[in-house]
């Protein structure tokens, strides 16, 4: 993994807005519509093209695919994966399930999720591994066009997948996650294997607390997640620390967020996870004030912090100035060398969803480059 050893590099946690076409057709996948393979086969790789050329324009280093092939960043195993069939909704969030009118404004500016969330009905065993082979294949073609530091691709850690599938199968919630982690590893390692940076997202350290594991209490879901983050590492066992990173989040979307775990009491938890990169969100007015966390619990010497320097659930554009003193202040606490710029999560997290527009994601991003460059001067007395 390359880090900011002469200038702050950027990145971003992975999602980036999908084409119309390849909306439509992977919506119609994901539905059980319909559709062309061909087709999407062919747009998706156009778009890998497009989205890596972009993310390159906009001065990302650490570039991906952008997610193009998948219609969710948790929900795509259920095709990869045999033991999986059907649908079951969320559970309403805590924190705007009190809010109907707010839910139904939201839903007019970002239409509805139409996300399948599969549920598991059997054994669960790798499926389909073409999918991964044809990311693999887009991104290295991709990365070929441009000049980048380096690639990364996401993948839904083995925790992440009870968050949005439920369980129908296996006689315990153990046994239900150390079966998807079995089946991952495989994933993990292909991704590594072929080149490219390794990132597990993992929402379940957080976000899930106010939403699928609202039912534990604090003392359970921290539990939860200390279990999570067990089973990660046995699956990333043959997997070198600085190949992986593991980004966590407390949910996508603009709302209250005040039922939302604190930071701190997550941090220790986080830190004991494999992954070298730690892609965390401070940027969002619920948890931009956490960088101080950082002061008591102690970043471990083999660790860095992707930091999340632009709010992904809102349409401002941050300033460069603000960027860069997000940067500077995790760099006077851990060091400039251990840290790069990054985005609270992503800019389209599931096909055919979101409120952000595509062309101001990427404004935002040309602006964390830019603040990027304003904290590389102050930082190295230079840009």
């Known amino acids: 993994m390359k880090t900011s050893q002469d200038r702050i590099l950027t990145t971003h946690t992975g999602s980036l807005p999908r084409p119309p076409e390849l909306r439509a057709v992977l919506v119609k996948k994901d539905q059980g519509q319909p559709y062309d393979k061909a087709e999407l086969i062919r747009l998706t790789r156009e778009a890998v093209i497009a989205i890596v050329k972009r993310q390159a324009e906009a001065g990302v280093d650490v570039i991906n695919d ?37 839910n139904a404004a939201y839903e007019r500016m970002t239409g509805t999720n139409v996300a399948r969330r599969a549920v ?22 991709g990365l070929a066009q441009v000049n980048a530091v380096e690639g990364f691709m996401t993948a839904a850690s083995p925790g992440l997948v009870p968050v949005f599938q439920n369980n129908r199968h296996y006689p315990t919630y153990e046994a239900y996650v150390e079966a998807i982690a079995a089946a991952m590893q ?14 597990l997202d993992s929402p379940d350290l ?27 590492n046995h699956a990333l066992r043959n997997v070198p620390a600085e190949s992986c990173r593991i980004h966590i989040c407390w949910g996508n979307y603009e709302g209250p967020h005040d039922h939302d775990i604190d930071f701190a009491k997550v941090a220790p938890i986080l830190i004991k996870a494999k992954p070298m990169a730690l892609v965390v969100e401070a940027a969002n007015p619920r948890h931009a004030h956490e960088w101080a966390v950082w002061r008591d619990i102690k970043l471990p010497d083999d660790k860095i912090l992707v930091a999340g320097v632009l709010d992904t659930s809102t349409n401002y554009v941050e300033h460069p100035e603000l960027v860069a ?11 400039r060398e251990r840290v790069m710029a990054g985005s609270d999560c992503g800019f389209g997290t599931f096909a055919g969803y979101g409120k952000l527009d595509p062309d101001i994601s990427f404004k935002k991003l040309h602006a964390m480059a830019e603040g990027a460059a304003i904290a590389s001067t102050r930082l190295w007395g230079r840009a």
Do not use: W
Request: glycine share 6%; charged share 25%.
């Open 186 to 199: 495989q994933e993990y390692e292909a991704i590594v294997a072929a080149g490219f940076v390794l990132q």
């Open 120 to 141: 598991c009905v059997g054994p669960i065993t790798v499926k389909d591994t073409e999918p991964l082979a044809e990311d693999l294949a887009n991104l290295k073609a």
């Open 66 to 102: 952008g997610e193009m092939s998948k219609p969710g960043y948790s929900t795509y195993v259920a095709d990869r994966l045999s033991g999986f069939a059907g649908h079951e909704p969320a559970k309403p969030r805590l924190d705007t399930r009190d809010h109907p009118n707010f």
């Open 325 to 335: 003193e997000r940067l500077c202040r995790f760099a006077d606490i851990v060091g």
């Open 206 to 232: 957080a976000m899930a607390h106010h939403t699928s594991f609202q039912d534990l209490n604090e003392t359970d879901f921290l539990k939860r997640a200390a279990f999570h983050v067990e089973i990660l």
